[in-house]
Structures are given as structure tokens and as C-alpha cells.
């Protein structure tokens, strides 16, 4: 028997034996990735409590009508009615969705400011949506290829298969069909990022 054949033959035990022994399937069949999902989350926002003032909004008349006067008045009564400032407040809308409500002044026969306040009393309905998205989950890979090199003394040439574990562990089994030569390469994933403390 030709001793060349035994390490790529150890080699190839080897490489069946690591993946037996559970560096493909460690795990019981992977069930399939969820669907992305989005949650929604409602916040009901109150109307208002309390009404807001608005600016003043002084009236500017649209039509003047004047009436007979009376041959027999009171001059001084007329006078102080006419001089006098007359304040009111009418609420116009008063229910659960709004409160309306303004407030005025009259005087010299003219009224002289309106001053609404409005509340809205309607909630407010704001929804937030979250979407939550799932990793598809680890699979084993499988890659195919060749190997070429040359030494001082000789030159190289031959197929290299590769396997990437779940875990990211790397196997890597080249033949060097010119020089009857097997060789076996195991690569484990190394992480070189340190978390920064927060001071």
C-alpha cells in the first residue's frame, strides 16, 4: 500500500467525523423564519379642558339703518345709554366635541370688540407603528473551487471543497491531484471588536 494514501485518507475520516459530530447539525431542523410583524400602539390624547382665547376682533358695521325719532325723548337718558359701554358673553356651542363662546362690548350704539374662545373637546387618536423584522436563521454553505500553487521543487493543481458550519466554523479540503496530496484546513471565526465602556 502506497503511505502516501494514508494522510489525505485521515484526513477525509477526519473531516466526516467533525461533521457527525454535530458541527452541521447541532440542532433540531430550524423552523421557518417568522414574518416580519408590526405592532400598533394607540395614545388617546384629551381635548381641551379649558377653552382658548383668540384675539379681538373689532367689527366694522356693514349697514347703517336710522329710525324716526320720537318727538318726546328723555336727552339725558339717551345720553348716558349712549355713552355707557354695555359688556356680554354668548356661548354659541356648548357640548362634548366643542365649546364656543364670545364675548363683547358695545358702546355709543356701536359694538366695539368681539372676543371668541374655542375649546375643542374631541380626543385626539395617535398611533405608533413598530415593525419587527427576524433574521433568516443560520444555514450550512457549501462553496466549490480549485487550488493552485507551485513549491521551489514542484507544481500544484487541484479541486478544494469548503464547508461553512452554522457556527461559522470553516472547513476547507483541498487535493492536489498532481502530487497525490490532501490537505485538510479548519478556520474558527474570530472577533476582534471590544464593546466600549461607558464611563
Not at 87 to 109: E, H, P, Q
Request: a positive charge.
Amino acid at each position: 500500500m502506497d503511505t502516501r494514501v494514508i494522510p489525505w485518507a485521515l484526513s477525509v475520516v477526519l473531516l466526516i467525523v467533525i461533521i457527525f459530530m454535530g458541527q452541521c447539525h447541532r440542532c433540531q431542523e430550524c423552523e421557518p423564519c417568522p414574518e416580519p410583524r408590526t405592532e400598533v400602539r394607540t395614545d388617546s390624547i384629551p381635548g381641551d379642558f379649558s377653552p382658548k382665547p383668540y384675539p379681538e376682533v373689532k367689527p366694522v358695521p356693514v349697514k347703517i339703518i336710522y329710525m324716526e325719532v320720537p318727538i318726546k325723548v328723555d336727552t339725558g337718558e339717551i345720553l348716558r345709554q349712549y355713552h355707557a359701554e354695555v359688556y356680554g358673553r354668548d356661548t354659541l356651542a356648548n357640548d362634548s366635541s366643542v365649546f364656543v363662546a364670545i364675548d363683547w362690548m358695545i358702546t355709543k350704539n356701536r359694538p366695539v370688540y368681539f372676543k371668541p374662545e374655542i375649546a375643542n373637546r374631541k380626543p385626539v387618536a395617535i398611533n405608533h407603528y413598530t415593525t419587527y423584522t427576524f433574521e433568516n436563521p443560520p444555514v450550512n454553505k457549501y462553496f466549490a473551487g480549485f487550488t493552485t500553487g507551485r513549491s521551489p521543487d514542484e507544481f500544484g493543481f487541484g479541486p478544494s471543497l469548503a464547508l461553512l458550519t452554522k457556527k461559522e466554523t470553516l472547513f476547507v479540503l483541498n487535493f492536489d491531484v498532481l502530487n497525490k496530496d490532501v490537505y485538510l484546513t479548519v478556520l474558527w471565526k474570530v472577533n476582534f471588536s471590544w464593546k466600549k465602556v461607558k464611563k
